[in-house]
């Protein structure tokens, strides 16, 4: 039976018309978000999706939003196995986590390869606030990197990450290092060709002011955030701000909008290059 045909046994007009038909589904979680009229009708609604989804194990819902330094956001089970850690695969890269004690989004994973595709055969990478490792791991798979490197603040997130490691058998080209990366980066031997920074909230210049001097010269910056109704010119007029400030000459600042993360808010990638 299909998931609506189902659901419409047990919900009103009204309520089939408040429910929101989108998912994620991490490993066998699916996380889905139920709205507050019909909490008392939750469990029934997660033992449906359940049968709906043969390799589900778990119905996770989502309460609140994700907050904090670590961008965490609490999930409640619903339905199946009383569990909330899962292996899921992305990009041909296998990630174990927690969706509750670490921040992960499905909706990165083309990202994720396209910009493991930019890097050049060599190359030494850097990506700050790496959470459990899909950048680092998606580019170890589909790149020829010489090293990458993988700094994250939160300890659960780092502690996955390194489970990851060796799950995805990449030891050799990637590490992981856990806590601030504006302390972390400087104290690291080397410069980085290429350098990640994910923090898609907070003052964006902290991480760019941080990155810079450990930037090889000509070297390629990333840099993810929020930006609100595409106000583009803004966050690229900041980022060249903080780079004139360490006397850093800029070639191009493109932009690259790569999701939806709030009311008329995107997530974008500026990509700066120097001459
Ligand atoms: C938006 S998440 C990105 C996680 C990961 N790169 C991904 O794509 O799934 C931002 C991450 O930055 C971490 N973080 C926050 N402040 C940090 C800091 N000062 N240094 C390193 N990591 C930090 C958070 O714990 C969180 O995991």
């Known amino acids: 039976m299909q998931i609506k045909e189902a659901l419409r046994s047990i919900l009103t007009d009204q309520e089939m018309d408040a ?35 043969p390799t589900i194990r778990v119905i996770g819902k989502r309460i609140g939003i994700h907050q904090g330094e670590f961008r965490t ?24 986590l927690n969706p509750e004690t670490v921040y992960y989004s499905v909706r990165m994973a083309g ?13 030494r990478v850097a990506v700050l606030c790496s959470g459990v490792g899909p950048f680092p791991l998606t580019m170890a798979k589909h790149s020829k990197a010489r090293l990458i490197v993988g700094i994250e603040k939160n300890p659960a997130a780092h ?13 050799k080209r990637v590490r992981f290092y856990q806590g601030d990366a504006a302390h972390i980066l400087p104290s690291l031997p080397h410069q980085f060709d290429r350098i990640v ?9 902290i991480l760019v002011n941080c990155s ?64």
Not at 197 to 205: A, E, F, K, Q, Y
Not at 226 to 251: D, F, L, P, W, Y
Request: glycine share 6%.
């Open 212 to 275: 810079l001097p450990s930037l090889a010269p000509k070297g390629i910056l990333h840099h993810y955030t929020m930006v609100h109704q595409g106000n583009t010119q803004t966050m690229a007029e900041q980022i060249a701000r903080a780079c004139s400030e360490q006397e850093k000459n800029i070639s191009t600042i493109t932009s690259h909008r790569c999701g939806h993360c709030g009311p008329r808010t995107d997530r974008f990638c500026f990509t700066v290059k120097f001459s």
């Open 159 to 171: 502690s996955f990450a390194l489970k990851n490691l060796q799950l995805n058998k990449a030891e």
């Open 197 to 205: 920074t994910v923090l898609p909230t907070g003052d964006t210049s």
């Open 111 to 123: 990202e994720r390869l396209r910009l493991a595709h930019l890097i050049l055969p060599g190359e």
């Open 19 to 53: 429910m929101i038909w989108s998912y994620d589904r991490i490993g066998d979680i699916l996380i889905t978000t139920i709205p507050e009229s019909m909490e008392k009708k939750e469990n029934l609604i997660g033992e449906i999706l359940l049968q709906a989804h």
């Open 73 to 96: 956001r609490e999930l409640q089970i619903i339905a199946g196995e009383n569990r909330k850690e899962t292996l899921h695969k992305e990009n041909g890269i296998q990630l174990y």
